[in-house]
């Protein structure tokens, strides 16, 4: 074969690599939708969380009422079915956009009993927070270790 002949079979197998590399980089639409809602949905949990942790802390100053707010914001998005957001396919082992482990999905009885423990925690935070600053930081333990727990199992760490 000349250098000239050579070319097309070059172009083809450079055609065929680059349109598997392509289709490996691909996400499902229903994957990356659910990633997207499940991160939305952390960050609000850590918006209200970041308000209740400011004032136990003493770095925001303790307002009963936006305490409350925000303890009845969290006891409330604890209690939405999270199960739409765990698709197969959308840990961290199946793409990079995630810090999901796959744990998630092999111990499904696991994230369940996390579920319960954090709705309990928020549910007392929400009786706790608008009723003084002593009520909040008692309520602030059993918060993070449930928030913290999961974490610990089922979520990679930051790089």
């Known amino acids: 074969m000349t250098p000239m002949t050579k070319m097309p079979l070059l172009s083809a197998v450079l055609g065929m690599v680059a349109t598997v ?3 490996a980089n691909h996400v499902d639409p229903a994957v990356t939708a659910a990633i997207k809602a499940r ?6 949990l850590a918006f ?6 400011g004032m136990a802390q003493g ?3 303790y307002d009963a009422e936006k305490a409350q707010v925000a303890a009845s914001n ?7 079915d999270f199960s739409p957001y765990f698709v197969v396919g959308s840990s961290n082992a199946d ?23 954090l709705q ?3 549910a007392g935070m929400a009786d706790s927070a608008g009723g003084g600053l002593e ?11 449930a928030c913290g727990a999961c974490h610990q199992a089922y979520r990679a760490p930051a790089n």
């Open 21 to 23: 590399a392509i289709g």
């Open 39 to 44: 991160q939305s949905h952390m960050q609000l």
């Open 48 to 53: 209200n969380l970041g308000t209740l942790g």
């Open 59 to 61: 770095k925001i100053e």
């Open 74 to 80: 969290l006891a409330t998005l604890s209690s939405v």
């Open 95 to 117: 793409v990079s956009e995630t810090r999901a482990l796959p744990a998630m999905w092999e111990v499904p009885e696991g994230v369940l009993a996390a579920l319960a423990q």
């Open 120 to 122: 309990a925690a928020t």
């Open 135 to 145: 009520g909040l930081q008692a309520a602030m333990s059993p918060l993070g270790g």
